[in-house]
């Protein structure tokens, strides 16, 4: 059976300083994100990633299931399209190292940030998917969210303030 492309957007080459939802899913959605030494094995190589390719990482929520990322290009050069070849390469490297699994699905889904689109709004959406999914009564209880931008208490700070 033939894959479908996931469609990226048209004459958009994700080159630059925008900002970007991405959810990237578990293979065959397993719910493999569960225990802080997997999730530690990711997060390690997202942050590698993200610092080598030039792209800040707003917010982060690793679910049992898929991650989601509100990341933004800090250069002219910053490229969402490597920056996310080279995570999905390196976590799945060492996530096939430490536990002798797959780890990602073929593909992922990105939304392009609209200049007019609020930053924090999706930060809260992030940041509130354990809450929504029923994990815990409080953002703050749950292990596996936080940002490289900004402390955990100053996100959840921002979040609350609007």
Known sequence: MRRKRVPR????DYTGCYRYFLTICA??????????EAV???LSQLLQSAHDERMAVIAYCFMPDHVHLLV?????????????RIFKQRSSFHWKKAFGLELWQRGYFERVLRSHESTIDVARYVLANPLRAGLVDAVEDYPFVGSMTMSLRDLLYSVSKE
């Not at 957007?9 to 958009?12: K, N, P, S, T, Y």
């Open 40 to 42: 530690d094995i990711i």
């Open 27 to 36: 293979q065959h959605r397993q719910r493999v994100l569960i225990r802080r």
């Open 9 to 12: 957007l048209r004459g958009f």
């Open 72 to 84: 933004e290009g800090t250069h002219p050069e910053s490229r969402l399209l490597e920056f996310v």
